[in-house]
């Protein structure tokens, strides 16, 4: 009991909309709302019940992919190349979050070009292209957007992957679209991450779309939180544009906001994030501070000091390896692509790949573009195994120790926070979403409610349950076709929490409980 009481407390999902309708849950005895009345009538009520005919609630994400794109990773090479990258610096990703058009993408490619990646060449040759295209404000995205679709709307699709390094850490920055079609894609990067910098567009008109509700904002900030992004840069971007000339009144009034919101969507504010004005297109206040005839109101930190000094949990070596695949392909045999959640890989080592229980050898294991001995928990690597087809791996498998190898199932208990279904409908058995949980995307469907979560007290209720509303907290079967690779909360967090998902709608986020 005291365990999922901390889960939930620590789940703290109730969104501003969420707080204003959390008892909206419904006892089998009376068919009205237990805690507090609704409006709903009896008829509304059955309506609900209904609810899971309407063809609305048919699931429809089945074909989406989540994918990643690798900026700058060349293919395999075999080198010998000894250098343990590993005892020199730390490693951290660091997912780009935040609404459409936000500049996430730019800011990103700033980076990596005051890092040193990009060449003066390059920029030129990205100036060109942008104003081709008649989108000349895009070039510094265009370091994180490679792709034609991407470059010709201005929009990321894919999640960009690049690397670059400071003084004490080395950063892999994953680059999430921000378009709310793209969100599953979003999903697989935040889940890869460790810290989140969410960013924010200060020009009139732009902060107030994202964070109103149905904007991604909102949404990202739900997510990344459920999706075990401890702690969040917030940066206040495009402070240079003609609407802002970096006014304090308005990233004082963007900061006020959003605090109460990150707040409720279960950040310690004082401890878990930081705030920071920037301009990513002409790169103030990222790698060097802020000059002060720009901002003379700024004497915090700027982004590359605010991300050396983001402590992060530290991560048990020793524990069973675990690492999700993401992708694979053949080069000289089957290599797949993955972060190490768990435990520590070495080249020889024996694991199996789970749910199949392939025997594997493990080969060679690159970091980036050199290759490794051994790797800890939190990298990105790519793993060269033999024993097993390249056609015989999909995402979602995992990587897994022998001995101690990760469950495979095709049902679970898990607790839930129900966020917003669509056009108000009920959560019932029957209920059918697209489940996201580490790399794995499927169809589940819940098949029984245990138990509702009293709103007030956060602890499970004793009355069965039949539904619950927009708001409520559940603890529920789900069931899924095919064997998932998932691990209990309480063990693995990263491979323990999840979120449901239809028509393209994040409505409900989880954390698996048994099976
Ligand atoms: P999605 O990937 O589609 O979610 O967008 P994004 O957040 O990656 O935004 P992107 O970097 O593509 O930038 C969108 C637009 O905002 C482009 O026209 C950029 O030039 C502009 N922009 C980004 N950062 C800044 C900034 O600091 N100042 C100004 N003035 N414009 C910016
Ligand atoms: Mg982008």
């Avoid at 963007?254 to 919101?261: A, Q």
Wanted: with cysteine; net charge negative.
């Amino acid at each position: 009991m005291a365990d999922i009481e901390e889960d939930i407390r620590s789940l703290q999902l109730e969104s501003a909309d969420i707080a204003e309708d959390s008892n909206g849950v419904v006892s089998p005895d009376d068919g009205k709302t237990e805690v507090e009345e609704s409006a709903n009538t009896q008829q509304e009520v059955e309506e609900h019940i209904n609810a899971d005919e309407d063809p609305k609630q048919e699931v429809q994400e089945q074909s989406i992919k989540t994918e990643i794109k690798d900026k700058e990773i060349p293919p395999v090479q075999d080198e010998e190349d000894e250098e343990d990258i590993l005892s020199k610096k730390r490693h951290l990703n660091v997912v780009f979050i935040g609404h459409v058009d936000a500049g996430k993408s730019t800011t990103g490619g700033q980076i990596l070009y005051l890092s040193g990646q990009v060449d003066e060449r390059t920029i030129q040759k990205y100036e060109k292209e942008a104003k081709d295209k008649s989108r000349e404000s895009w070039y510094m995205a265009y370091i994180m957007d490679t792709n034609e679709e991407e470059r010709a709307k201005g929009k990321t699709v894919e999640v960009g992957r690049a690397h670059f390094e400071t003084e004490t850490s080395r950063f892999t920055i994953l680059d999430a679209p921000g378009h709310k079609s793209y969100v599953p894609n979003m999903i697989s990067g935040a889940s890869q991450a460790d810290i989140g910098v969410l960013v924010i567009s200060a020009r009139k008109g732009e902060f107030e779309t994202g964070y109103e509700k149905g904007g991604q904002t909102r949404e990202h900030v739900q997510l990344a939180k459920t999706l075990g992004v401890s702690k969040l840069l917030v940066v206040v971007n495009k402070m240079d544009d003609p609407t802002v000339q970096w006014a304090k009144t308005r990233y004082d009034e963007i900061e006020s906001k959003m605090i109460p919101f990150l707040k409720q969507s279960g950040y310690n504010v004082k401890k878990d994030v930081l705030f920071l004005p920037i301009s990513g297109l002409i790169g103030a206040n990222l790698k060097t501070r802020m000059d002060k005839s720009i901002c003379p109101w700024w004497d915090g930190p700027c982004l590359f000091e605010a991300l050396d000094s983001i402590e992060v949990p530290l991560r048990d070596p020793n524990g069973p390896f675990r690492m999700p695949i993401l992708d694979k392909f053949k080069d000289m045999g089957t290599v797949v692509m993955g972060k190490v959640e768990s435990g520590s890989i070495r080249e020889g080592d024996s694991l199996l790949i789970m749910p199949n229980r392939d025997q594997v050898k493990v080969v060679a294991i690159y970091i980036d573009e050199t290759r490794v001995k051994r790797a800890g928990p939190g990298e990105n690597l790519r793993v060269r195994v033999s024993g097993v087809e390249e056609e015989d791996i999909s995402a979602g498998f995992v990587l897994s120790s022998t001995a101690n190898p990760i469950p495979a199932v095709t049902e679970f208990v898990a607790q839930l926070q129900i966020l917003e279904l669509l056009d108000n409908a009920i959560f019932t058995a029957g209920y059918k979403a697209i489940l996201h949980v580490h790399s794995v995307v499927e169809e589940c469907e819940v098949i029984e409610l245990i138990s509702q979560i009293d709103p007030k007290t956060r602890k499970p209720m004793k009355k069965k349950v039949l539904f619950v509303k927009n708001g409520a907290g559940v603890v529920c079967r789900i069931q899924v076709n095919n064997s998932i690779c998932i691990e209990k909360f309480s063990d693995f967090p990263q491979l323990g929490r999840f979120t449901l998902r239809t028509e393209g709608k994040t409505v409900a986020v989880g954390r698996i409980n048994s099976f």
